[in-house]
Nanobody
Framework: QVQLVESGGGLVQAGGSLRLSCAAS????????AGWFRQAPGGEREFVAD???????TYYDSVKGRFTISRDNAKNTVSLQMSSLKPEDTAVYYC???????????????WGKGTLVTVSS
């Protein structure tokens, strides 16, 4: 069993930056691919970025060059540094762990409860 707790959400103006963090607890955390998904009001949950234990990361096209995912295996934390934020980035952001890398929310093994990011224009 893996528990995930997100922090760092809030209100920011367009063009600003925000850093999300996810604290993970449980066993064998290093074997999981860690990632972030988001769900905008009225929308479906979508992939944002993920990273494996070696630090290999992938990103959704719309956040490439603006968001950076990182992972500290010793501290069991995953972070998402978000820059040049846009109003369309407004969403609840969820930390996610999965054994097999996937961008499909149905394939995720564990979810955090989410943290709200609001970007004002």
């Amino acid at each position: 069993q893996v528990q995930l707790v997100e922090s760092g959400g809030g209100l920011v103006q367009a063009g600003g930056s925000l850093r999300l963090s996810c604290a993970a607890s449980g066993r064998m955390l290093v074997v999981y691919v860690a990632g972030w998904f988001r769900q905008a009001p009225g929308g479906e949950r979508e992939f944002v970025a993920d990273i494996n234990w070696r630090g290999d990361s992938t990103y959704y096209d719309s956040v490439k060059g603006r968001f950076t995912i990182s992972r500290d295996n010793a501290k069991n934390t995953v972070s998402l540094q978000m820059s040049s934020l846009k109003p369309e980035d407004t969403a609840v952001y969820y930390c996610a762990f999965t054994r097999s890398r996937s961008r499909d929310p149905k394939a995720i093994d564990y979810w955090g409860k989410g943290t709200l990011v609001t970007v004002s224009s």
